[in-house]
């Protein structure tokens, strides 16, 4: 694996982590985007990963937004172009991560805030700490979500929830964010990289194919309208049917005995 300046990866038991170490709040400023993109492009190409996990390092924020010192230069030129291309950049990678054939689960140790949580907006499935707090808090700062959170903000917890957080600028603990959909799980803040990791190897137990046929159907089957999504479900269900590890999936079960995928 290559070295980064703001981010550590490893890969364990076909799992790879993507920890964004960026003192002292994680803040993303365009170096760390950078090496984020180069990282998770690393990750997808490596055939040892099926699953991936993005977290933050230390205790206080998973991401904690916009780096605001150097955002600070690029509003204050008045230069639209500029301001454009940071916008592309971050929407980018986010569209990335929320289409990538392998799960990504954010795993919010901390503080997410603007940027930081529509990053775990384009991740697949979000484990929170009980002390966590997260929100959209750009409208404090004049401006408004611009990586994405307008969007999918709306699509999690409704149009009516959306507009209240990212208009009111508020934050909210982990207890509301999983009674809104955020949140999958929230556990203790010790916990949440061992339930994160539970989770990711559980999954990287299964078939890569059947994996990624289950991804394609729900993350890009879910933009389409439901008929049209249930013939491209069927297309990715009949994508499996030959596959060796259907039928050494089905020979376990009547075996009753655990499978030996071989990801073909």
């Not at 997808?44 to 996990?53: G, R, T, Y």
């Not at 929320?98 to 775990?120: D, H, R, T, W």
Request: proline residues 3%; charged residues 20%; contains cysteine.
């Amino acid at each position: 694996m290559a070295e980064y300046s703001n981010l550590k990866v490893t890969v364990e038991d076909r799992v790879g982590v993507l920890t964004i170490d960026h003192p002292p709040a994680n803040a993303f400023d365009g170096q760390t985007l950078t090496e984020m993109d180069a990282a998770f492009d690393e990750l997808l190409a490596n055939d040892q990963v099926k699953v991936i996990i993005i977290t933050g390092a230390g205790q206080f924020a998973f991401v904690a937004g916009l780096d605001l010192k150097e955002a600070a230069e690029v509003f204050s030129s008045g230069k639209l172009d500029l301001a454009h291309e940071a916008i592309r950049r971050a929407q980018t990678l986010y569209k990335k991560i929320e289409c990538s054939p392998k799960p990504v689960i954010a795993a919010i140790n901390a503080v997410a805030l603007g940027g930081g949580l529509e990053l775990a907006l384009a991740c697949h499935i979000r484990i929170m700490a009980d002390r966590a707090r997260v929100g959209l808090t750009e409208t404090n700062l004049g401006l408004i979500p611009g990586w994405g959170g307008t969007q999918r903000l709306q699509r999690v917890v409704g149009q009516g929830k959306a507009l209240e957080l990212i208009l009111s600028g508020d934050m909210i603990n982990a207890q509301e964010a999983f009674r809104l959909g955020l949140a999958n799980k929230v556990v203790p803040a010790g916990q949440v990289m061992h339930e994160a990791m539970g989770l990711a190897k559980k999954i990287a137990a299964k078939s890569k194919l059947a994996i990624g046929a289950a991804m394609t159907a729900v993350v890009q089957g879910g933009e389409m309208p439901l008929e049209q999504g249930l013939e491209f479900e069927t297309k990715q269900f009949l994508g499996l049917v030959g596959s060796h590890d259907l039928m050494e999936g089905i020979s376990a079960f009547v075996q009753k005995r655990q499978p030996k995928f071989t990801d073909s």
